[in-house]
C-alpha cells in the first residue's frame, strides 16, 4: 500500500520534468554540449600531438661540400617527432617572398641558407637566418620553441659528427709522445680522452630532461575524462538543488498539496518519491553524460564491474545527489515561488561548480576561494569519484573517502528534512 | 442515517485574525450539506480542518470516530479544494492513476474505475491530453473525479462550480446528486445561494467565522424570509427612499440600485408602495413579485448581501 504512495511521486516527478523543456536543457543536453566543447573546443583532439610547422626554405648555398643547403633541406624534410614530420617544407627563390608570406600568415617559420653554408658548416662555423612568424601569442612561443630545439639539437648532432670524423684522422703520431705518459685520463688511451675531451667543448652539460606529470592528467583521454566527471558534477549540483527547491513550492502553486495532505501519503511518503525521481533523473543524465563522454568525446574513464572499488562509484554518485537535493530542501526556505526556488537552485548550482572545483580544477583558484573547494563536500565526494575511476586509487583510500561522505551526506540530508517539513507547514498555515 | 462526519466547537485563529469562532456541524450519510457564506467567511479554512490540513487551535472534528489526522480517516473522505490540484504536464489519465495510488490503489481495478469515471465526466476521449490543454470546465470535472477515484464515504468539495458555465454546472449537480443516492455524506462550501438551494437537504449558513442560521432551505426561508419578496428597480429613485420604505411598514433591504421588500400578502401592499414611489417622484424600471431565496434569509439575518 504504501509503496504505491511513494510510487505516484516517483512517477509523477519523473514524466513531468521529462515533458518540460527548460527541464531537459539543464539536466540532459548543457551538460552533453560541456562536454562535447571539452573534447573538441577546450581541449581538441590535436593538444598534446606533436606539431607540424610550415616552413619556408631559401636556398642560396652552392658550396661543393658533401653537407651543403640541399642536403640540410633533406634533413629538415625528413625530420620526425614521436612519428610525425617536425616540417612541411616549402621552397622559395627569395628571401622577399618568404617574408611575404610570413607576414600573410601562410608559413610559420622561415631559413634563409646563406651561400658558403656547406663549407662553413664543414670547416669552421655556419650561419643561418631564422624567421619565426608571430600570428598569435601562443602560435610564436610554440613556432620559437620548435625551431630553436631543432637547431640545437641539429647543431649539437654537427659537432658531433665533425669530431667522428676528425677522430679517423687522429692518431698517435700527431701526438707528443710525453704527453701520454700522465694525466687526467685514468686508464683511457690519450685518444679515447680526446674524444671524450672535444664531446665536452660541443655539449659541455648533456642534461636530459623528463617530464614526470601524473598519468591521468598526462594524456588526453585522461584529462577529458576529468572534465566529464566535471560536467556531471555540475548537472548534479544545480539539478539536485533544483528538485530539492521546489519541491514543495510546486505542489504549492498547483494547489495539489493540500490535496496531497488530505490523502493517507503522508509528507515523508512525498519526501522519499520526489528524492527517488530526482535521482532517478539524474542518474539518467549521469548515464547520457559518461556515454556521450567515452564513446564520443573519447574520455579514458574505466568502470569494472568486479572491483568493488569501483562500486564506491555508484554509491559516491548518489550521495552527490542526496547531498544536492538536500541542500536544495534548505535552499527552499529563501523563496515563495518556483520560478524563484529555481533561479536560486540554478545561480547558485553554477556558481559553485565554476569555483569549488567542481568544473575547474580547485589549483586553478585563487587562496581563499580554494577554501570553498576544500570545506565543498560535493568536491569532496566527487573527488573521490575522480580518485577511483581517473587516478585509479585503491580500495582502503577510496573507502575512507567514501564513509566521510556517507556521513557528511546524512548530516546534509537531515538538515534537509527538517527545512522540507518546515517549508510545508509555512505553506499550509498561510 | 448515520453520522459521517462531526465538527464540534472549532475555533481557529491566523496570528490575532479569529477566522473560525465555536462552529459545529454534522454530516449525514446520504445528504448534501451546504455551508454557504460570503467570500472570506470562513469556509474554506473549515473544509481544511476538516481534512486534517490544518488543526483546529479548538474544538474536534470526526470522521466516523476518526481524527482527521489519522490516516484511515483520510482514506474515508475525498477533499477537492477550490483549486483541484491537477499537475498540468501530465494527462487526465496520469492524474487520475496519481491519485489512485496517493489512495494507495494500483493495478487492473483501478484502471477500470478510471476510465469510468472519466466517462461518467465525459473526458473519455481527453484522457489522454496533457491537463495543461483542458478547459477550466474540464479541469473542474477532472478534479471532481480524481476526488472519487477511492470512492470515499465523504465527499467534501469548496466551490465545486465557481467559474463553470450552467451546462457543465448542471452536469457536476447531477454527479453530485448521484452520489447523495449511492449513501455518500457530502459537504459543500460555496457562497452562491442558488447552488446551496438547488443540491442542498441541509445549510449552514456562515458569516464572519460563525454559524448563523441552519436548516433545510425550505426551513430556513420560512423562518427567516416573508412568503413573498417585491423587487423594485428604479428609473429615478425618490427623493427620501429610507422614508418612503419606513412609510410602508414592511421589512425591506436596498441592495445597490433595487430594493427588496417582504412581503406576506403583495396584492394588498404592492399598489400603496407604487403610490408612495410616485409621490415622492420616482419613477419605476421594474417591479416583480418573487419567492424569497437564501440570499433573502442571509440579508435578513446579516442585512448584507452574499456576494
Ligand atoms: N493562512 C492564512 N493566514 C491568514 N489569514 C487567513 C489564512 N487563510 C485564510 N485567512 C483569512 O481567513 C478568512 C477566511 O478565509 P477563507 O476560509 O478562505 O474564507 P472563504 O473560503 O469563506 O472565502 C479570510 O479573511 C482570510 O483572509
Ligand atoms: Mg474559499
Redesign the interface.
Known amino acids: 500500500?504504501?509503496w504505491?504512495?511513494i510510487?505516484?511521486f516517483i512517477?509523477?516527478g519523473v514524466?513531468?520534468t521529462f515533458?518540460?523543456k527548460s527541464a531537459i536543457f539543464w539536466i540532459f543536453i548543457w551538460p552533453i554540449i560541456l562536454v562535447l566543447m571539452t573534447a573538441y573546443v577546450f581541449i581538441p583532439p590535436s593538444a598534446g600531438q606533436p606539431v607540424t610547422l610550415d616552413l619556408g626554405v631559401v636556398n642560396n648555398d652552392h658550396s661543393k661540400a658533401p653537407f651543403n643547403g640541399t642536403a640540410f633541406i633533406d634533413v629538415l624534410e625528413k625530420i620526425e617527432y614521436n612519428g610525425t614530420k617536425l616540417f612541411n617544407v616549402k621552397i622559395y627563390d627569395n628571401e622577399t617572398k618568404l617574408v611575404d608570406d610570413l607576414r600573410k600568415g601562410r608559413l610559420d617559420a622561415g631559413i634563409v641558407i646563406p651561400d658558403g653554408f656547406g663549407e662553413n658548416i664543414t670547416y669552421t662555423q655556419a650561419r643561418l637566418t631564422i624567421y619565426v612568424s608571430g600570428g598569435s601569442i601562443y602560435s610564436i612561443q610554440v613556432n620559437r620553441a620548435v625551431m630553436s630545439e631543432f637547431l640545437h639539437f641539429f647543431s649539437i648532432n654537427v659537432g658531433l659528427k665533425k669530431i667522428e670524423m676528425t677522430m679517423k684522422y687522429m692518431n698517435m703520431s700527431y701526438v707528443p709522445a710525453n704527453m701520454t705518459t700522465q694525466g687526467p685520463w685514468g686508464n683511457k688511451s690519450f685518444i679515447e680522452f680526446l674524444e671524450e675531451y672535444f664531446k665536452g667543448l660541443v655539449l659541455p652539460v648533456n642534461a636530459t630532461i623528463i617530464e614526470e606529470t601524473p598519468e591521468a592528467l598526462s594524456y588526453r583521454p585522461a584529462i577529458v575524462g576529468w572534465y566529464v566527471l566535471g560536467a556531471l558534477g555540475m548537472m548534479m549540483l544545480y539539478s539536485g538543488f533544483l528538485v530539492g527547491a521546489v519541491a514543495v513550492v510546486e505542489?504549492k502553486e498547483?494547489?495539489?498539496?493540500?490535496?496531497?495532505?488530505?490523502?493517507?501519503?503522508?509528507e515523508t511518503d512525498m519526501l522519499i518519491g520526489k528524492t527517488v525521481a530526482g535521482l532517478v533523473v539524474l542518474t539518467l543524465s549521469s548515464i547520457a553524460i559518461i556515454v556521450t563522454g567515452v564513446f564520443v568525446a573519447g574520455a579514458k574513464i574505466t568502470w569494472n564491474p568486479f572491483e568493488i572499488t569501483d562500486w564506491l562509484v555508484p554509491l559516491n554518485l548518489i550521495l552527490i545527489g542526496l547531498m544536492t537535493i538536500g541542500i536544495g530542501f534548505i535552499l527552499s526556505l529563501l523563496s515563495k515561488t518556483s520560478r524563484g526556488a529555481s533561479s536560486i537552485a540554478t545561480t547558485i548550482g553554477l556558481l559553485l561548480a565554476f569555483t569549488a572545483g567542481i568544473w575547474f580544477p580547485k589549483e586553478w583558484m585563487p587562496g581563499p576561494m580554494r577554501f570553498l573547494a576544500d570545506i565543498f563536500p560535493v568536491t569532496w565526494a566527487l573527488d573521490t569519484i575522480r580518485d577511483i575511476i581517473v587516478y585509479n586509487i585503491g580500495f582502503n583510500e577510496a573507502i575512507v573517502g567514501t564513509i566521510r561522505n556517507i556521513v557528511v551526506t546524512t548530516l546534509i540530508f537531515m538538515a534537509g528534512i527538517m527545512a522540507y517539513k518546515k517549508v510545508i507547514r509555512k505553506y499550509?498555515?498561510q | 442515517m448515520e453520522e459521517l462526519l462531526i465538527v464540534d466547537g472549532v475555533w481557529k485563529k491566523f496570528g490575532d485574525k479569529v477566522v473560525l469562532k465555536n462552529v459545529s456541524l454534522v454530516v449525514h450519510s446520504g445528504e448534501v450539506v451546504g455551508l454557504l457564506g460570503p467570500n472570506g467567511a470562513g469556509k474554506t479554512t473549515l473544509l481544511r480542518i476538516i481534512s486534517g490540513v490544518l488543526k483546529p487551535d479548538q474544538g474536534r472534528v470526526s470522521i466516523k470516530g476518526f481524527n482527521p489526522v489519522d490516516s484511515k480517516a483520510r482514506a474515508l473522505i475525498g477533499f477537492c479544494p477550490q483549486e483541484p490540484g491537477l499537475i498540468a504536464d501530465l494527462t487526465g489519465f496520469e492524474n487520475m492513476l496519481f491519485y489512485a495510488r496517493l489512495q494507495g490503489l494500483d493495478g487492473k481495478s483501478v484502471i477500470k474505475r478510471i476510465k469510468e469515471l472519466l466517462e461518467v465526466m465525459g473526458l473519455t476521449k481527453d484522457a489522454d491530453r496533457l491537463v495543461r490543454k483542458y478547459s477550466g470546465g474540464m479541469k473542474k470535472k477532472l478534479g471532481l473525479a480524481t476526488t472519487l477515484i477511492h470512492d470515499p464515504e465523504i465527499l467534501i468539495l469548496d466551490e465545486p462550480t465557481t467559474g463553470m458555465d450552467p451546462g457543465v454546472r448542471r452536469e457536476v449537480w447531477r454527479i453530485i446528486e448521484e452520489e447523495r443516492e449511492r449513501g455518500k455524506g457530502i459537504l459543500i462550501a460555496t457562497h452562491y445561494m442558488e447552488e446551496a438551494d438547488a443540491l442542498s437537504d441541509r445549510v449552514y449558513i456562515i458569516d464572519q467565522g460563525r454559524i448563523i442560521a441552519s436548516g433545510s432551505p425550505e426551513e430556513l426561508k420560512s423562518k427567516y424570509a416573508p412568503s413573498s419578496v417585491i423587487i423594485v428597480e428604479f428609473y429615478k429613485q425618490p427623493r427620501d427612499l429610507e422614508g418612503v420604505l419606513q412609510k410602508t411598514g414592511l421589512k425591506y433591504i436596498v441592495d445597490g440600485d433595487k430594493v427588496r421588500i417582504h412581503s406576506s400578502d403583495p396584492d394588498r401592499d404592492v399598489p400603496g408602495i407604487v403610490a408612495l414611489i410616485h409621490e415622492e417622484g420616482g419613477t419605476i424600471k421594474t417591479l416583480h413579485v418573487a419567492k424569497p431565496t437564501l440570499e433573502d434569509v442571509f440579508l435578513k439575518l446579516t442585512g448584507r448581501r452574499i456576494e
Open positions: 500500500m504504501k504505491y504512495r510510487k505516484a512517477v509523477s514524466k513531468t515533458r518540460e505542489e498547483r494547489g495539489s498539496l493540500e490535496r496531497i495532505l488530505s490523502t493517507p501519503a503522508s499550509v498555515e
